[in-house]
């Protein structure tokens, strides 16, 4: 059995990203014994701000698919809840996923767990792909992203903007309650919280692409699995997203719960959210075919 694709198999390991696995991973280690309630708070907002509105609604619905659109200073804000989830910059993230659509468990895929699960939940971080941040490629996979002055912000400061936001929770948490809160808000809110994150996100490359069952004839392995659809606000019915990749809504039959989408429709409500992708029956012509059931639901505009 192999770990690893043929094609990073002569490739260096990207140290500074194994120390930061690494490090993060030790670091969440210590929640249980820094517990409190000001800090778990902590954990539960960061949680929902970088996984949820940075992450699933902002880097994956918004920028990566264009499933609606937003006022620029919404997106913007949208867009640093995503970077301090440490899951790579705007561009990274948006170039890599959209790499993911193109190549869905082909060879090229950035993570498929055809390769195996270990691969599509973690290991390929660990490989540079160039596809990701070469000029050339930005520019062919985010035009609309390439640029923006925000998104190139996000990018050159990565680093500092979550090393500043980490020594702020220990800095609030010390003026709270001393070296004890302040260890506690930056355990919880900082490392166990993105390590959390990280998971989720994880969760969807590699268990959505394994476990689960499927709405859709899709040509890739992807698949609907309640419980990450859970953890990850929607995204864990996966395999209606490869089927309608640019839909707002991933949640396609009457019982699965899709948080971001309710959240996009509020969005709507008040004015924040507009030209909203709906659901499209064959989307991709002769490879999209949903299973016996689902056309009313498939064709809801
Ligand atoms: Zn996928
Ligand atoms: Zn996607």
Known sequence: MTLLPKRVENQPVRMPMLIALVLVHTLALAAPFTFTWQGFSVFVVMMFATGCLGITLCYHRLLSHRSFKTHKLVKYFLMLCGTLSLEGDPSWWVATHRLHHMESDQEMDPHSPRVSFAWAHVLWLLYDD?????????????????????????????LPINLGFLALLYGVGFWMGG????????????????????????????????LGYRNYETRDDSRNIWWVALLSFGEGWHNNHHANPSAAKSGHRWW??????????????????????????????????????????????
């Open 130 to 158: 160039e596809r990701s941040h070469d000029p050339a490629a930005q520019a062919r996979f985010i035009p609309d992203l390439v640029n923006d002055p925000w998104a190139k912000f996000l990018a050159r400061f990565f």
């Open 179 to 210: 070296f004890k809160m302040a260890t506690s808000m930056i355990i919880w809110g900082g490392f166990f919280r993105i390590a959390w994150v990280w998971h989720i996100t994880w969760f969807v490359n590699s268990v959505t692409h394994v």
């Open 256 to 301: 699965e719960f899709d948080l971001t989408y309710g959240i996009i429709k509020l969005m709507q409500v008040t004015g924040l959210a507009w030209k909203i992708h709906p659901v499209v029956s064959g989307q991709a012509p002769g490879v999209v075919k949903p299973l016996p059931g689902l056309q009313a639901q498939v064709l809801e505009r």
